[in-house]
């Protein structure tokens, strides 16, 4: 085959100069023709990005844009672009490992490997009992490898302990949805962006954590004049062109909404008519938010009163609006109550089931929507069940061919696992892309736990920082070596498909799941062969739930590159927009306000930590950074964590840029370069997450969680700096 030429100017006509990419071998190079070019989707953040793999001889070795594909019309952002070089990483694992006292990591057979994780298995529930062996899984598996978990760790271990790293993402904003709405997906695709006349996006970089959106937010405003409020502690990339910023303090969020909405209600900028046919419980929030004002909200928030006037008065008139948030505001001890309070301003406005009138979070994680839907929550069942609620899981164990009795019933989350395994009542742990000792907060406290566990096994296609804990590794498969369904943010079941093989002895994560559930006597509840027969399965299990898959087919997303759930039905065209003619999926056809009022953060601000700390993601890295830190383009451009300070907070502190800064918190300490900054309030410092060991930020969060969702409090957390002088 001839070798095909590509230019520097050919990649910038595709993606343009910002999103430029070095071809293998160097621009003006010649690349090989590919064996076949697969379309599939980006493996990395919740927008779920279309692309075209192309690969030979069982690698990947390039991409082309899918511009047929209608979210993202061929474009990428960096971790895109170079997400096809990790597979070809050396340090991608192929043979089964075990950790051998005194000798460290050796290769084993997959039959000793299952003989012994079994063994184990075996022998601590019959010890300590069913629920001390806990499962910990990744919502950047597909939907069929989470529903099949959920129903692993249910039918097969018979835990209840069984959560997901979903946990530490997208949970204050999908209970916040579930109280509000009775239903937890984005509202609208994001196709309603585009007809939109205001758009206000709060604690969402999106200019970094979901690329794409920032396209439609600037086509907006293009084509319609579309204004943007962006509120945010940081003058993110997106907030340098919006009309107005907020910039609020850490942790203050529901005090500005619910000021907002005092004003909205004030100035009779609310839509009556709406909320007397569509909505419940008006009055009591009325109620509560009626002592918020300007002057104490610019006092608590840092917010200039004059600019919270102005947020709540464009919010209040506009004909047509869409709110978006992330988890700058849902990582917090309050959450949900952040998330209702934004909810409680949308509904107020009626601007709810119409065209440009929404609402949404981003979502995070490649699968953070499906993968919070199809029952690998502590909490869940397939469907968006309640695990709690007696119709929900008989119908399950119907399903599942079990008695409802021997279904386990709600499992702690993943910090409270965490905490159990600190207090020695968890004793096994088998984890699959996840990574907590990066994710975790307080990661001192992580790995004390992890090397009291009796007996771990983790599958994943990296050697992570956890798995260095592990008994035994199992090589799983990375996204471009199986096929299924993933959920994207805008609610779009689309289709994953396999572009090569697992390399080596590495195997498909549910082939092992199915090995695992065989030796465990429960071969007859897993007797899958493919992965559509665990999807299809899946969508009878969701059917009758709020996350409904059973009008689904592979075929028909082929078709029509997508389908927005719920799906209830076959021949049912899916479900863009939610609530149109407003209804909602709580019993009463209503949605719900609920009064959220201010209240402290759990780590308070002193003399001793005077300072804001957040947290959060660079457009460069993904999450704990086990894929992204093994791309060298990628590391290349971020190669390390830095400290992003206000130059007056640097001043009194005499640091300059580059300096090092020891960072404290009531947990812990870390050095970190000082990148000097005028886009951060003087009183926070900003630090990216996706470092391991020394460089790990999560050594200085905290463990307290939102009594709801039990997310971790990652964006506030109470600091003091030093210069390091040498
Ligand atoms: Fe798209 Fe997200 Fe992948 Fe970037 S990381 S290409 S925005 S899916």
Redesign the pocket.
């Known amino acids: 085959m001839a070798d095909l030429p590509i230019s520097k100017e050919a990649i910038e006509n595709i993606f343009g100069p910002h999103l430029k990419h070095e071809p293998p071998g160097g621009w003006n190079s010649t690349i090989q023709e590919p064996d076949s070019k697969v379309k599939t ?9 279309g ?1 075209i793999l192309k690969t030979k001889d069982n690698a990947v070795i390039g991409f082309d844009p899918w511009e047929a594909f209608p979210f ?1 019309k061929g ?7 170079k ?1 096809y070089m990790q597979g070809s990483h050396p340090d991608r694992l192929m043979n089964p490992l075990e950790n051998q006292p005194g000798k460290g990591y050796g290769v084993i057979s997959w039959d000793e490997a299952y003989t012994k994780i079994v063994d184990a298995i075996r022998r601590i529930q019959q010890e300590y009992g069913r629920d001390a062996f806990a499962m910990l899984s990744g919502v950047s598996l597909t939907n069929e490898k989470s529903y099949m978990i959920g129903k692993f760790a249910r039918v097969a271990l018979q835990t209840a302990n069984l959560d997901y790293n979903g946990r530490l993402c997208m949970v204050s904003a999908g209970a916040g949805n579930k109280k509000a709405f009775g239903i937890d997906r984005a509202a609208n695709s994001w196709a309603d962006i585009l007809e939109t006349d205001l758009i206000l996006c709060t604690g969402t970089n999106v200019s970094e ?5 920032t396209d439609y937010i600037w086509k907006a405003r293009d084509t319609r004049g579309a204004k943007l409020i962006v509120v945010d502690p940081r003058m993110t990339p997106i907030a340098r062109t919006a009309d107005l910023y907020l910039p609020v303090r850490p942790g203050t969020d529901v005090y500005l909404f619910n000021t907002i909405l005092s004003l909205m209600i004030q100035a009779g900028d609310i839509d009556s008519v709406f909320i007397e046919q569509h909505t419940t419980n008006f009055d009591e929030v009325k109620a509560a938010v009626a002592k918020y004002n300007p002057q104490d909200c610019e006092r608590v928030t840092g917010v200039p009163a004059v600019n919270i006037i102005k947020a709540a008065e464009w919010w209040g008139k506009a004909k047509r609006s869409f709110l978006l948030h992330a988890r700058g505001i849902e990582h917090h001890t309050k959450g949900v109550d952040n998330v209702l309070s934004c909810i409680n301003i949308v509904l107020a406005s009626g601007r709810i089931g119409r065209v440009g009138c929404g609402y949404a979070t981003i979502t995070g994680q ?1 699968n953070g929507q499906g993968g919070r839907e199809q029952g690998h929550k502590c909490d869940q069942l397939p469907g968006n069940r309640d695990i709690s609620n007696p119709e929900h899981r008989k119908y399950i164990a119907n399903v599942w061919g079990i008695d409802e009795k021997d279904l386990p019933g709600k499992g702690l989350s993943a910090q409270e696992i965490v905490n159990e395994i600190h207090a020695g009542k968890i004793k096994g742990l088998i984890s699959i892309c996840f990574n907590p000792l990066v994710s975790l907060p307080d990661s001192q406290f992580t790995e004390e736990a992890l090397k009291k566990l009796d007996f771990y096994v983790a599958i994943d296609f990296f050697m992570n920082e956890t798995a260095r804990y592990a008994n035994i590794i199992l090589p799983g498969s990375l996204h471009e070596e199986d096929e299924g369904t993933a959920t ?1 943010a805008e609610g779009r079941v689309v289709r994953i498909q396999a572009a090569v093989s697992p390399p080596g002895e590495a195997k498909i994560d549910w082939h092992i799941i199915k090995e695992i559930a065989k030796r465990l006597g429960k071969e007859k509840f897993f007797n899958y062969q493919k992965s559509e027969d665990i999807f299809n399965e899946m969508r009878l299990a969701s059917h009758g739930g709020t996350a409904d898959y059973y009008g689904i087919s592979y075929e028909m997303i082929e078709k029509n590159m997508g389908v927005f759930w719920p799906c209830p039905e076959i021949g049912h065209p899916g479900t863009p927009r939610l609530f149109e003619g407003g209804k909602f999926y709580h019993p009463d056809g209503k949605a719900h306000f609920n009064a959220v009022e201010y209240r402290l953060s759990a780590d308070l601000i002193n003399e001793e930590y005077p300072i804001y700390l957040t947290t959060g993601r660079v ?1 460069f890295h ?1 999450l704990s950074g086990t894929q992204t830190r093994r791309i060298g383009f990628l590391t290349d451009q971020c190669p390390e964590p830095y400290v992003e300070i206000h130059p007056r907070l640097a001043a009194k502190h005499a640091i300059e840029e580059g300096d090092l800064v020891k960072i404290t918190s009531r947990r812990g300490s870390i050095e970190l370069k000082a990148k000097v900054v005028k886009t951060i309030r003087p009183d926070t410092i900003f630090v990216p997450y996706h470092w391991p060991d020394g460089k790990s930020i999560n050594r200085l969060t905290q463990r307290a969680l939102d009594p709801i969702s039990k997310i971790p409090e990652f964006k506030m957390s109470a600091v003091n700096i030093q210069k390091v002088y040498f």
């Open positions: 989707h980006c493996c990395f953040c919740g927008q779920g990005c692309i993202n474009k990428l952002c960096p971790k895109g672009v997400r954590c979901s690329p794409i959106t490649g994207t457009v993904f």
